[in-house]
C-alpha cells in the first residue's frame, strides 16, 4: 500500500502511533507536538484508526461462538458476539445479535484504603476513566444510597496507583536453564 498523504497539507503521514488507551493514530509529518506550549505546531490533521476486535476467551451465550470487545468511538466497551455484523446493503443486522455493556471494571490493589485499612481496588468506568475506591463500597439499590467505606480517588488520566508503579509492570524476567 502506498503511503499515505495528508488531505488537509498534502504531506505524508507519519507512523502510527499508540494512544495509552489503546486507540491508534497517524499524525501528519508537516505538524508536531510542542511539549512546552502543549499546542501542535504546523499541521494538526489526525488520521485516527479502526483497532481491530479483540477476541475474548468467553463464549456467546446464545450461540457459543466467541465474544470480542469492541470500543464505541465514545469509549464505551461491550462484549459481542463475533459472528454478529451489519449488512451494509440490507441495512440489517446479521447474525448473533448478543451484545453485552460493559460498565466498568474493577481489580484489586494491593494498598489499604486510607479511611478504613480495607484493601482498596482500582476502578475502571465504561468511558475509561479510574479511580481507587474502597473494596468494602457498595450500593444499597433499596435505599438508594452507599454502602460501607466512602473513600474515592480519582486517577488522573494517565496516572497508575502508586503500588503498582514501576517496576511491577516489566514482564518478569527470563529465567536461566
Ligand atoms: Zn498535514
Ligand atoms: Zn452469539
Ligand atoms: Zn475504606
Redesign the pocket.
Known sequence: MADEN??????PLGDITETKTGKKLQR????SWNAETHQTQ????VKWLEVPPQELDEKCPKCGANLILATTRFGKKMKKCSTGGWDPQEKKAIGCDYVEWINGTSEPLDMDCPSCGEKLVLFTTSSGKKMEKCSTAGWDSSTKAPTGCTYVKWLKPGEVPTSNAGEEFLPPEPKEG
Open positions: 495528508c488531505p488537509k497539507c498534502g504531506a501528519c509529518t508537516a505538524g504546523g499541521c494538526d490533521y
